[in-house]
């Protein structure tokens, strides 16, 4: 898994939010809402030397959304 990137973003953009029932033609905007529990909210989290970050469902835990940070450390 590499670090995310704009092209990333821009694919999953094209393919269009999680919201249940987004038909995602009135907005340029991805929204990372889960599909699991829509109105409980999403928390974001990183773990120590783990280079990720995790964006879970509030209520349930169940990953959303994850993706790697890249470093500034050119020799990593
Ligand atoms: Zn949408
Ligand atoms: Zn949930």
């Known amino acids: ?3 995310l990137t704009v092209e990333d973003m821009e694919r999953a953009l094209v393919m269009g939010c999680q919201v249940p029932g987004c038909t995602h033609e009135n907005h340029d905007t991805l929204y990372l809402d889960q599909r699991c529990h829509p109105k409980a909210g999403v928390s974001a989290r990183y773990t120590k030397g783990s ?3 995790v964006i879970e469902c509030f209520r349930c835990k169940k990953p959303v959304f994850e993706f790697l ?3 500034s450390n050119q020799q990593n």
């Open 1 to 3: 898994m590499d670090p």
């Open 51 to 53: 280079g990720k970050v």
């Open 69 to 71: 940070v890249a470093s």
